[in-house]
């Protein structure tokens, strides 16, 4: 199969064609040349960019499918949706589980309703993020209708994470010890390796799936004390959760909802992508990866994590 990847050298991308790869198809990346340029020496790259609208190089040829990691606010699915309408036989979009509108509660399927669209801003922030993407859902829909397959994930983690909500966690409790956790230790908690995605992608291209996938894990049940125990594990560490009330701390701890929105985060029904081929990596696997991969780059600092003075005020407040 010739698969065309939009993006393809960051974090999903990357995975996503490692793993088209692995499988014996043939990959061609479209991205801006910036980044990457050492990853999948080989394969065909075509260069352009997105938001400048400079799509000319997608013309030169046909693919089986396309692979839209890249695609953040409508403009991007409209114009590529135009120049590959004729020559693309599928067009699977990665969306995100943020295009659900609040109050689906627990359990709710890809049927749930969805927020309202976002067709006159392009900046990307925590309220926009969500609509935006729904707009480009909207956009894949109205040009290949059967042809379109819509990825919405949650919560992703593995190697070469940019978020580093998981990777906090698993960084955090390698240290070992007393750790703070603001917030409810039976909090439920979905997280996908990155790995399974791909592996999901793929899956559906080589079915011709239509239709729209939440690509959720792991495949049971998970609270938020389960995955911090299942990171010491992986390190081989020791750690003693430290309960403190959330309405205390004023910095944000990653994947902590103190105010019940994990009822919209992380209890999202992902059956459907399970029964076409949705693996589920242990979580300890992943904790181990991310484990290895974070201390190879030399722990940089992570952009999504309190300061860890934070920790310690509240530490020495408890057993002061």
Known sequence: MRILVLGGTSFVGRFIVTNAMNR???????NRGR???????????????????????????????VVDVSGMVPRHVRQAARVLQDRVARYLFISTNAVYAPGAG?????TAPLREPEWNSEVIGATTYGPLKVACEHELDSHF????????????????DNGDQFTYWVRRTARGGQVVLPGDPGQPVQILDVR???????????????????????ARPLT??????????????????????????????PLVRPDRTWEQSFQRDFSRA???????????????????WDR???????????????ERNLLSYIQG
């Open 35 to 65: 980044t990457g340029t050492d990853l999948f020496p080989g394969v065909k790259r075509l260069v352009g960019d997105r938001d400048d609208g400079e799509l000319s190089s997608l013309k030169e040829d046909s693919f089986d499918a």
């Open 106 to 110: 627990p359990g709710a399927d890809e």
């Open 296 to 310: 190879e780059r030399g722990e940089p600092p992570l952009k999504s994590a309190p300061d860890p003075q934070v």
């Open 24 to 30: 014996g198809h043939d990959v061609t990346l479209f």
């Open 145 to 160: 209708g059967e042809r379109a397959t819509i990825v919405r994930p949650g919560m992703l983690a593995g190697p070469h």
């Open 224 to 253: 938020l004390s389960e995955m911090i125990h299942t990171c010491a594990q992986a390190a081989k560490a020791g750690v003693d959760l430290v309960l403190v009330p959330p309405e205390t701390v004023m910095a944000r701890f």
């Open 274 to 292: 399970r029964e076409v081929g949705l693996p589920s990596t242990p979580l300890e696997t992943t904790a181990a990866d991310v484990l290895a």
């Open 196 to 218: 399974d995605l791909a592996h999901l992608v793929v899956q559906l291209l080589e079915q011709d799936l239509p239709g729209t996938f939440n690509a959720m894990g792991p």
